[in-house]
């Protein structure tokens, strides 16, 4: 059984930082693809960012300012210079080809103006 967990949101003021950190249990091997989507109220979940291989997505809104980064499969999203339209719950989601698709719970991200 995958399970994903997910750390590091929070409350922040606009243009600070916050780092999320989303680890993966349960796989003997390296997960094709990990990402991370967002949520805000009133919204549909929506692409934040994603890595798989040696490519990685950014949705436009973020680029240049969220960085996305793995190691094996744990998945991390460096967000800088944060908007309060960055508020949402964060999503991690890993793509195993063979298996599926997999989501996090989810974590908070509020950022305040």
């Known amino acids: 059984q995958v399970q994903l967990v997910e750390s590091g949101g929070g409350l922040v003021q606009a243009g600070g930082s916050l780092r999320l950190s989303c680890a993966a249990s349960?796989?003997?091997?390296?997960?094709?693809?990990m990402g991370w989507y967002r949520q805000a109220p009133g919204k549909q979940r929506e692409l934040v960012a994603i890595a798989g291989g040696t490519s990685t997505n950014y949705a436009d809104s973020v680029k240049g300012r969220f960085s996305i980064s793995r190691d094996t499969n744990t998945v991390y999203l460096q967000m800088n210079s944060l908007k309060p339209e960055d508020t949402g719950v964060y999503y991690c989601k890993a793509i195993l080809t063979a298996y599926g698709d997999f989501w996090g719970q989810g974590t908070q991200v509020t950022v305040s103006s």
């Open positions: 349960g796989v003997g091997f390296s997960i094709d693809v």
